[in-house]
């Protein structure tokens, strides 16, 4: 069956603008997560989507972070006014169950770079 | 102190020998542990779970839980040079958030 997929696979853009990611779980999953990921880093955790349960939002990094889950499947992180500091890859992953004791099926990832 | 420590390595085995992986974390709420290998320029993928206190075979790989000493670690027997990538730690609490270590990064030398 399909994977977890994310557009765009990469993005470049200036300092200042806005930029939207998306991520396609796997149908029928449950939870899903977005990351960040530096190079030579580990996984930084943004936020986590349970459910119908309020969305654990507590990795945002800054105000200019924001992240929707529409109809508990697609889902997009917005990043406004960015930073080159914002560069770095995007992962998305998704579980069947909720609750943490699931594994997570990552995405390839959205590779962004603000110029 | 990083909520989960691993090892930074890099760490470099023979092929054949047995490759060690230990990681360290701070909450005790912890309920759900995960070992997730990561190729150059991949996604993370799974390699092993593990909730219960003690050891977890599957196949080359064992996976060790000690909650009382917060500390879970990975063993990979008879290493392979298609072992050679970056394993993370991932610690989970029952809320469901997952904090994940900064990884180490193995190589198996032919």
């Known amino acids: 069956g399909a994977g977890v997929s994310q557009s765009p696979s990469n993005k470049v853009t200036e300092k200042g603008k806005d930029v939207e990611l998306r991520c396609d779980p796997i149908?029928?999953?449950?939870?899903l997560y977005w990351y960040r990921q530096s190079l030579g880093q580990g996984l930084e955790f943004l936020i986590y989507?349970?459910?119908?349960?309020?969305?654990?939002k507590s990795g945002l990094p800054s105000d200019r972070f924001s992240a929707e889950r529409t109809g508990g499947s697609v889902s997009t992180l917005t990043i406004q006014r960015t930073q080159q500091e914002d560069s770095a890859v995007y992962l998305c992953?998704?579980?069947?169950?909720?609750?943490?004791?699931?594994?997570?099926?990552f995405g390839p990832g959205t590779r962004l770079t603000v110029l | 102190q990083k909520e989960v420590e691993q090892n930074s390595g890099p760490l470099s085995v023979p092929e054949g020998a047995i490759a060690s992986l230990n990681c360290t974390y701070s909450d005790r709420g912890s309920q759900s542990f995960f070992w997730y290998r990561q190729y150059s320029g991949k996604s993370p993928e799974l390699i092993m779970s593990i909730y219960s206190n003690g050891d977890k075979e599957d196949g080359r790989f064992t996976a060790q839980l000690n909650k009382a000493s917060q500390y879970v670690s990975l063993l990979i027997r008879d290493s392979q040079p298609s072992d050679s990538a970056t394993y993370l730690c991932a610690v989970n609490t029952n809320a469901g958030k997952s904090t994940f270590g900064d990884g180490t990064t193995l190589t198996v030398k032919p």
């Open positions: 149908s029928g999953h449950t939870a």
């Open positions: 989507f349970q459910g119908n349960s309020a969305p654990d």
């Open positions: 992953a998704s579980t069947l169950l909720a609750g943490g004791t699931d594994t997570q099926y």
